[in-house]
């Protein structure tokens, strides 16, 4: 004869607070993760100078 389980008893778990760390902690990972590449982003686009070369017709003088 099988034995019958409640109903409450027969699930896995409740979330609780350890699925509510988890969470947390990966939100708050995904927020260090986002934060590393806005730095490392802006530090890439900072060095690139913004005028590698002169215009042609101010860098040769004007004769006459």
Do not use: C, T, V
């Amino acid at each position: 004869m099988p034995k019958i389980i409640p109903e409450n008893k027969a699930r896995q778990g409740r979330w609780g607070w350890h699925g509510l760390r988890i969470l947390i902690a990966a939100l708050l990972l995904a927020f260090i993760a986002w934060g590393i590449a806005e730095i490392y982003g802006e530090k890439i686009d900072n060095s690139a100078p913004a005028n590698q070369s002169a215009p042609a017709s101010q860098s040769q003088p004007a004769g006459g």
